[in-house]
């Protein structure tokens, strides 16, 4: 009694599907992707960081999303309260996150920690949280010292690892994430389990070509955090995408040209009290440009499966 009463109050946070928009089952019962071509656009809640995960659901999905990327330091809400979504939660509550938000139609598919676990101990609680929820990649920045277990233990959960870049720091000349070429050196010779997520604002921020540093990833692409920005300055500030400098048109073209196949992430860090309208046109202009670039004709094929690494990678 317990857990429906607490199933049906996380379930009131956030819209059901209308009739006529019911996801299709996999084949494992799953929900299918919101796909456009071989690319599947979602929301990074951190988007939403000042409101709790059922919030940021609910967000998601009203601009028409079907999958998410969370973090791990946001509150889960309703009668959870502050309790954060990461892999401390309790069993019972993380299932009961899973099974609302999928109830609301949308998938929980990334998951960000800086660390990725710290250590081995943590790496591995992390990856059962993934396997628990149903997550396909950790994005963060974890030590080189890490990576060879990591490398291991992604294909032991068969989940993968998305190494992150933020923007360069002057002040802390021993960071080289920001760097493409840097995270290139650190996944050579590592399984395809370990790989990069792109964050275009932070490149140009970095003061770098996204498209040219995009360029550089091919072949081990996990994940975007699809951004634009008004400015080429370590300032810079999010706008919506193809309103700034980014050059998001060609950043997906160079997407089509690498072959990436996988999740691009709304991570929209600018009018954080009220930015969900700024949401919907991301996601709009992503869309035009994706049929633009993807006929539906070759699009059918690509979207037979998720790009995941082979069992002997």
Not at 6 to 14: D, I, P, T, Y
Request: net charge neutral; with cysteine.
């Amino acid at each position: 009694m317990f857990r429906t009463a607490v199933l049906s109050m996380l379930v009131a946070a956030v819209p059901v599907l209308a009739a006529d928009e019911k996801p299709e089952a996999g084949a494992a019962g799953g929900l299918i992707a919101h796909r456009l071509g071989p690319w599947r656009i979602a929301v990074m809640t951190y988007t939403f960081n000042k409101f709790t995960l059922m919030e940021s659901i609910r967000k998601a999905r009203a601009v028409g999303a079907r999958e998410v990327e969370t973090f791990g330091w946001q509150k889960i809400g309703g009668d959870f309260g502050d309790v954060q979504f990461n892999p401390g939660a309790p069993a019972d509550v993380l299932d009961k996150v899973k099974a609302a938000a999928r109830e609301a139609g949308i998938r929980i598919v990334g998951f960000y920690d800086h660390e990725v676990g710290k250590d081995e101990a943590g790496a591995r609680k992390l990856l059962e949280f993934c396997r628990r929820m149903g997550i396909e990649y950790v994005v963060g920045e974890p030590s080189p010292e890490l990576l060879e277990t990591l490398d291991a233990l992604a294909g032991e959960y068969r989940v993968r690892i998305a190494i992150h870049n933020h923007p360069r720091d002057e002040k802390k000349p021993e960071y080289v994430l920001w760097n493409p070429e840097e995270v290139m050196k650190l996944v050579e010779g590592r399984s395809r389990w370990i790989g990069c997520c792109a964050d275009t604002g932070h490149w140009v921020r970095s003061g770098l070509d996204p498209v040219e540093s995009l360029a550089k990833y091919k072949g081990r692409l996990v994940s975007m955090h699809l951004k634009d920005v008004d400015k080429k300055a370590a300032d810079a500030r999010d706008v919506v995408w193809g309103t700034g400098v980014a050059d998001v048109r060609r950043i997906m073209e160079t997407m089509k040209e690498i072959r990436f196949r996988g999740v691009v992430s709304v991570e929209y860090e600018a009018n954080m009290d009220d930015n969900q309208a700024d949401v919907a046109a991301c996601i709009d202009f992503f869309r035009k440009h994706a049929e633009e670039l993807m006929p539906r004709s070759g699009a059918k094929n690509e979207d037979r499966e998720r790009e995941q690494p082979r069992k002997n990678d």
